[in-house]
């Protein structure tokens, strides 16, 4: 059964996203959002690199054909960059090593600012799938 986390600020407990899908297996971060046509509303997905790395989270967007939003979160759940990511480009970098890639809808990067920190917990799991796989 798939793990879904809720992603909360630190500071205040605010829940920016209350289910995303924990991507943790090789299958899982190496399939991210590819081949697929959209997103449906509020899915989104947390790709875990075994440790932080600029390299190790270097992502592309070959065979996603829309714009998301990528966040990249470090070890200490400080978000250290953020971009809207177009389809189709070879890579896009952080500017700092991180471990978690947050791929989400664009307009999520109204919401989160750089150096933020947040929080991964559990989500409750209600018998169906939140929006997503």
């Known amino acids: 059964m798939p793990r879904y986390v809720t992603l909360k600020r630190r500071a205040t407990g605010e ?23 959209s997103l449906k509303p509020g899915e989104a997905i947390i790709l875990v690199e075994w440790f932080e790395s600029r390299a190790g989270t270097t992502m592309h967007m070959f065979f996603v ?45 109204g919401h989160i600012s750089l150096g933020d920190e ?4 559990d989500a409750p799991f209600l018998g169906a799938a939140p929006a997503g796989r």
């Open 15 to 37: 829940v920016l996203l209350p289910a995303a899908r924990w991507c943790v297996s090789f299958l899982c971060r190496l399939r991210g959002l590819m081949f697929r046509s």
């Open 65 to 109: 054909p829309f714009a998301i939003a990528m966040v990249w979160i470090d070890n200490a759940g400080r978000v250290v960059d953020k971009v809207e990511a177009l389809p189709w480009r070879p890579s896009y970098v952080p500017r700092a090593p991180a471990r978690y890639i947050l791929e989400t809808a664009p307009d999520f990067l």
């Open 118 to 121: 947040v929080d991964f917990e």
